[in-house]
């Protein structure tokens, strides 16, 4: 079952990207080290949307710098952050599946199989979504050749 929206948390635009850098195997802002733009990973699933968290509910993990809305959250991504984190480091599935790295934009997003996809672009989404199987699993083989181009 996958669900899809394009909802935005309040004082989110829809113009807005990460400026991560194609260096590093979590896309974060190359200034602020903060993963997903500063939304709570756990709100994709909670709440079938992004919401922003809260600068004092933050933690580091895995080289990025995650904010979450309520403490709850925080602990439940401690407790299983492989659930919670976006897939191929928040990249863009559809670009993984083609062979090339793209940020994921927090905006555009899927859950898919309770994995939480990002994506470039919204025609990359709707081209995913003819063929979810399939484009998971070209994603999932070419991940791990595209991780190690990735210098951090």
């Known amino acids: 079952m996958s669900a899809a929206q394009e909802t935005l948390p309040s004082g989110l635009s829809h113009d807005y990207a990460p400026s991560g850098f194609l260096s590093e195997t979590i896309v974060k802002d190359q200034f602020t080290g903060l993963a997903l733009g500063g939304i709570d990973p756990l709100s994709y699933f909670v709440k079938g949307q992004p919401e922003l968290g809260m600068p004092e509910h933050d933690l580091t993990y895995s080289g990025a710098l995650w904010w979450f809305s309520n403490i709850g959250n925080k ?3 401690l407790d299983a952050p492989d659930i919670y984190m976006p897939q191929f480091g928040g990249y863009g599935a559809m670009t993984i599946a083609r062979g ?10 899927l859950l898919q199989d309770d994995k939480l996809l990002l994506f470039h672009s919204h025609a990359n989404r709707v081209a ?20 190690k181009k990735l210098v951090p």
């Open 128 to 147: 995913w979504q003819q063929n979810p199987g399939e484009l998971m699993q070209r994603a999932l083989e070419e991940w791990p050749i595209l991780i």
């Open 100 to 109: 090339y790295l793209a940020e994921g934009r927090p905006q555009i997003w």
């Open 75 to 77: 602990a439940a991504f």
